[in-house]
């Protein structure tokens, strides 16, 4: 270690830990009168929302929530949730912000990991966790969350209604400072195999990740896809990496907050146009299905900005959107980094290039915003040429990735092997600096020792206009090792098969974007492709999906 | 101090100390051809500024610079002061900027009490350095900055030119990760009476005050200030808290930069049009004499937005520059803060109001930046209310103010009173949240950008023997902020008036003692000074008196 010069700070300096209780606080003196709305529920000022913060942190500390504890929420999208985002770690405690679309199974698995002291449940949740609770080992309390203060529930060890509760809480709280590296928030993360994974991210590395990405969103594009006049509202749900953390970033700029509840496609278009929302983040398939409702047809989004992460952002939808009035970003991470990682971003050269060539780098994983250092690596730790060309799996690094899984120390070992957090994405990076994601490793599909990514071929086969969704994977084959396999979903009522696929592919092969190993083996068409919880696709029970119909001896190709 | 709960991370997690090596890095993959301007002498790409950094590295490591050492810079503005600002600290060295506009006996004294290792010295400043070489008790080494580099200079102890040594120098290094908390920058701050202080700042709350700097100007305002598509150069000088942190935060966005060299109205005007400057910060003098030259009658500014800090801006000033197309903006800051601590800001409320008092707004010091807290303090430490009426001694908090002053510790104590950094000026805060500075408590006088010591003048003036009694404070001036008025009372039946007082100022400045520039500009022979109960000199009455003259349009140099 270099022998820098260290002077200890003044006896009376104050010392500063990055703490989540100033984002609020400097958040909430921009715009005292800005609203925080819920639904057509309940609509607020920044004022009162500091208030409720306040509040909230006294009703927990009467029900015997200390710092240290975890306190889970099972909420939708809500002010309330923003504020337990806010007041639990702000008393020290760690926020499990818990995933209310695993299987109850896996639920109770992730609160009984993370050692859940305290519950706030939403009266949707009342008879799962009714379920669950005689089997969770830690829970000492619950508190009832609910649009309709008079509907009781049936919640077992609750202390109370949080409504009615916060109003006979007093206004203030004197926060306390302490350690910046205290865990703030922790969530579970489903991998592909095994139980879900924990992952925590602490104070310090909450407070920047909020700075980064509000540079990112500010500073970097000649696009400001959000300052404080902005109007904000996710469509990515809460538990899910805290919405990618934008709530903070929103809180700090003392931007309007609107916050949709459960993901109603009449509501979310409701509060799209009545809240005058700008700014907003989702994955591509809510996107597509908001664009799909009904509420929407004839509805102008001009100047409405979202982020698209969490699954390749592809160009049809790009331009489906860009029709609708709406500047769609890609960005890329994951629930191991906080998110952020990247955003889309048009420099100087991309600005004086062509329509398609624009559009072909909004769509990629976009730039490693600051304080982010991305690399791509070969199974031996080697770094690989970043020429966009070669392939490798991607690593980072940042001030915000979590140091490891909770409680599963073997595994975090793995996660940060060689000093990089392995994302588990195969990407090129060019020398503009554009991460370009390939595919999951696990994804890639290697067939006659050739490496095919499975994006590129759903990119592909979702642009011949009779295909409405489709997925494709590597499936066991005796001679080529694997060979890819298409589930492809049609269009209502348009014509649809595995030649008509075949024959779409086959000019890709000749213009050289793909080889013809790439063409699949085997398309099957078919009426819905599983999901993941976060509404990916979801490969793994595809694979094991399509493992039974092998066994089982089946015909892909003569089903269709 | 609550029992949070601190994870120790995964045994290979990267720790990701927060180091000014990361602004570079970051920034410069965004735009790596835009470019880096200085005067009409040098440009190159942010690639070629990436291997300049590595080169300077390179070039102090084989001069002997080590981590912990101190390296000083005496120079205008200039790349090569932009390359020193990464790559001395980005060594685990320490950067002192010496303001050069110090006199000898200041520079002498502020570079032994730093323990300057080694100097790089600008050619124009050789003879001022030859003057008190001899007298340098820790300088080992130094190096010229030239524009020209076969103008050798006879500069004691250089190893060399700038340029050619880098030339000749690697274009990469390995940068070590360190200690975030390490030093990375000082400089020095004269105040009301006594040798210049020493404030330092480290690598942590460079990279946290560049964060906040990029968020307020990126996403706060309704208008972008500054943005990855602007064009920025400073018009504060690099030595004057590192260009106010600015290009720290230009460097992280790959923004375009423009250096100046020294300033030159002429040179300004040239390189704004030429190279189609948008953004800039400087003192009021500055903006007025640039206004005022004769290179810029004629150009239409438009579109350029400009930060005044340093001292108060009237409205006067704000009108004339939009009447050329120029929108300012307030900042507060102060040499102990790094410097950002406000900056001006329209919200919902203002953005509706008059245009009168948008304006009124706009040049007041603005609101606290995120991560400031900001309050208003009685000399009994007691805070005080919030009403944008109640005076009070403004005292902040942020992660990046000075924790002490260099090899002083009963002074930062005092500066850090009751935890809090005590800025010596009075101000009120609104409900809003904006700060208005009232006065300064002590009577330091502030002319052109510089400060003038009211005591140490009047020590100067006193040894005069016809004087008796002096007093001097600060007077309005439209061109310069400020300049010092003398009133002054002669013993008995001697002979005194203005000339003689100037005349006995001169020697000092030859001396470089104090600077021409507080030799006070208007001098009243009165017979008597007002003092206050305890006998000391009542400089509110007497400003208060001088105010009344100078509406009564009296003119005191000709009164004498």
Chains 1, 2 share one sequence.
């Not at 609107?258 to 929302?277: A, D, F, N, S, T």
């Not at 509805?299 to 959107?321: E, Q, T």
């Not at 994006?455 to 086969?461: G, S």
């Not at 696929?501 to 213009?511: D, R, S």
């Amino acid at each position: 270690m270099l022998q820098t010069r260290i002077i200890p700070p003044s006896a009376n300096a104050h010392p500063y830990p990055l703490l989540i209780k100033s984002l609020l606080l400097s958040g909430s003196r921009y715009e005292k009168n800005r609203e925080i709305v819920y639904r057509d529920t309940m609509r607020y000022s920044y004022a009162t929302f500091n208030e409720r913060v306040a509040r909230l942190a006294n009703v927990l500390t009467q029900a015997g929530v200390k710092a240290g504890d975890t306190v889970a929420v099972m909420d939708w999208d809500s002010h309330r949730y923003l504020e337990c985002m806010f007041a639990v770690p702000m008393l020290g405690a760690v926020l499990h912000t818990v995933n209310v679309r695993l299987s109850p199974e896996q639920i109770l698995y992730t609160m009984n990991h993370a050692e859940d002291r305290f519950v706030l449940v939403n009266s949707d949740f009342v008879a799962l966790y009714q379920g669950i609770a005689g089997q969770l080992t830690t829970v000492t309390g619950t508190l009832l969350l609910s649009d309709n203060a008079t509907a009781a529930g049936e919640l077992p060890g609750s202390v109370g209604e949080y409504e009615s509760l916060l109003a006979a809480a007093e206004p203030s709280y004197a926060f306390a400072d302490f350690d910046e590296n205290s865990v703030a928030t922790t969530f579970y993360t489903t991998g592909t195999t095994g139980n879900p994974k924990g992952v925590y991210f602490t104070h310090r590395q909450l407070v920047l990740h909020t700075l980064s990405m509000a540079t990112t969103l500010g500073s970097l594009d000649s696009i400001r896809l959000m300052g404080s006049d902005d109007v904000y509202m996710p469509i990515t749900p809460m538990f899910h990496v805290h919405a990618w953390g934008v709530p903070y970033v929103a809180t700090l700029l003392g931007v309007k907050q609107v916050y949709p509840g459960r993901y109603e496609p009449e509501m979310l278009c409701q509060l799209i146009k009545g809240e005058q929302v700008t700014f907003s983040h989702c994955v591509p398939t809510i996107l597509q299905m908001l664009l799909a409702a009904p509420g929407a047809q004839g509805h102008d989004f001009n100047g409405m900005k979202v982020i698209i992460g969490g699954s390749a952002l592809n160009r049809a939808l790009y331009d489906a959107a860009k029709a609708r009035g709406i500047q769609l970003t890609a960005a890329y991470g994951m629930s191991e980094t906080c998110p952020l990682i990247s955003c889309g971003y048009l420099n100087e050269e991309l600005l004086a290039a062509s329509e398609l060539q624009r559009t072909a780098y909004r769509i990629k994983a976009g730039v490693p915003v600051p304080l982010v250092e991305a690399a791509i690596m070969d199974s031996e730790g080697r770094c690989l040429p970043a020429d966009g060309e070669t392939q490798g799996e991607l690593v980072v690094r940042a001030p915000w990735l979590t140091q490891g899984y909770y409680r599963e120390p073997e595994k975090g070992e793995e996660l940060w092997a060689r000093g990089w957090l392995h994302t588990g994405d195969v990407a090129t990076l060019d020398a503009m600096g554009f991460i370009d994601i390939r595919d999951r490793i696990k994804d890639v599909i290697k067939t006659g020792g050739e490496w095919i990514s499975s994006l590129e071929l759903e990119d592909l086969i979702s642009r011949q206009p009779a295909v409405r969704e489709v997925a494709v994977v590597g499936v066991a084959d005796q001679q080529w090792g694997e060979r890819p396999f298409a589930l492809v979903v049609a269009k209502d009522g348009q014509p649809l098969d595995a030649a008509i696929i075949k024959a779409h592919l086959t000019p890709f092969v000749e213009q050289g974007l793909i080889n013809k190993w790439a063409i699949p083996s085997q398309i099957a068409l078919v009426t819905e492709i599983p999901k993941t919880s976060v509404g990916k696709l979801d490969k793994k029970r595809i694979r094991v999906d399509l493992a039974q119909w092998q066994e089982a001896g089946s015909d892909f190709l003569s089903s269709l």
